[in-house]
């Protein structure tokens, strides 16, 4: 059949079923006038408000013309995109140091989302999360809380002690705040955050981080905590926030810390947040993490690191007591791989090689 040309620029092809019968009319009656309407002629007119295109092209055989032949195609505008269902959904976040926050104010001004410092380390709640926590649910806000995490603390003892704040665990997920080492190494910081996620994650299900390119990619054993949450990205200034190590995408972006929320004083000093997303995929985004809520999240296990195997023998029971996840492979850590190997019927040698990952990832989906 000869080729007809592509769709005209800011139209697309009209569903039968909105084809009206003054359309039709309209259409057959170019159909008809050959010398005013050759083929691939172009013609407009609007039907109660619609402003329809109709041009002349080759149609395929059917049953009344049994060959290639001349027809009128009908095309209508291409909507124009809906500004709310692209425009990122804008929030902001607060501690005690805003004590005082206009909420209503914020939500009409377009505020939809914050998060809410809760608690840091193993003792301290925020003076201001009560209140903060419960206005902003009275105003209609959806609301994530966040814990300032402390290096030098045990990860597991400041997840249960930010837990049991939350009688009311919110609208959006739980936030993990990485931000400082507290003089520890790598490798503990990111055994201490792997722990806080793991109660943290059984009891509400998936989390976000909150931290900073310059200080998570300077420290490189954290990337293989990024796959167990999502992304909560603090940089400032940019137009576009820089890539953070083990994090494909981010849900939530603090793109400046001197922005303004109506209802905040000092008004022009406020974190300001964006999600990557419209208001309405925000909404779905609350949605499915109330609905899973409960529920553990999936647990994972980077076999190639030695925090993942660590862990992964740790939940499969093999070595008593527990190793210390430490992402350290001292010789506990290698007479559990050996004990592993004895009881999978492997080759014995203590290294994480192809075969041992097989049967580790055997192992862990048969215990799951």
Known sequence: MPMNPPVPAGYQLMKQTAVTPPMTTWAVAILRDANTYPMFAIATQAFDGVNVLARVEWHEPD????AVHRGVTLYAPIPAPNAADS???EGFDVSGYQPTVGWSQALTAGKAFTFIKATESVTLIDHAFADHWAEAKQ???LRGAYHFFRGAQDGAAQAKFFLAQLGDPGELPPVLDLEVTDGVSGASLAAGASAWLDVVTASLGRALIYTSPGFWNAIPELAQVAQRADLWVAHWGALSP???N?????KFW??????TVPGIQPVAKQDLD???GSAAALQAYSSAFTAGRGQPAPQTFNLRTTLGVQRALNFLDIPQPPLNEDGILGQLTKAAIETFQRNAGIAVDGIVGPNTIAALQTALAEKM
């Open 63 to 66: 049953f009344q013309n049994q």
């Open 139 to 141: 105003a209609g806000i």
């Open 246 to 250: 083990g994090f494909p995408t981010w």
């Open 254 to 259: 603090q793109y400046t810390n001197i922005g």
């Open 87 to 89: 425009t990122p959904a």
């Open 242 to 244: 820089a890539a953070v």
């Open 274 to 276: 964006r999600f990557n």
